[in-house]
C-alpha cells in the first residue's frame, strides 16, 4: 500500500514538474515571438519608406530633367536674340 501511495505521488510531483515546465516554456516562446513580430515590423516600416523615398527621388529627378530642358531652350532663345 505505502509503495502505491508513493507511486502516486511520484506521478503527481512529475505532472505539476511536467506542467509548469511546458507553461514557462510556451510563455518564453510567446515572448520571443512578440519580440521578433516587433522587429519584423520595423523592418517592414523600414523598406516601405525607403520604397517611398525611392518614388520621390525618381519624380524628383525628373522634374531636374524637365527644368534643365526648359532652361536650355530658354538659352537658345536669349543666344538667338542676341546675335
Known sequence: M???IV???ALIGTLAGAYFSNRRSA????YRLET???KVQA???LVER???LEEQSAIHEEKL??????IDGLME???????
Open 2 to 4: 505505502e509503495s502505491v
Open 7 to 9: 507511486g502516486v505521488l
Open 27 to 30: 510563455a518564453v516562446i510567446a
Open 36 to 38: 521578433l513580430e516587433k
Open 43 to 45: 523592418h517592414n516600416n
Open 50 to 52: 525607403t520604397y517611398h
Open 65 to 70: 530633367k524637365a527644368a534643365d530642358h526648359r
Open 77 to 83: 532663345q536669349v543666344m538667338r536674340k542676341g546675335e
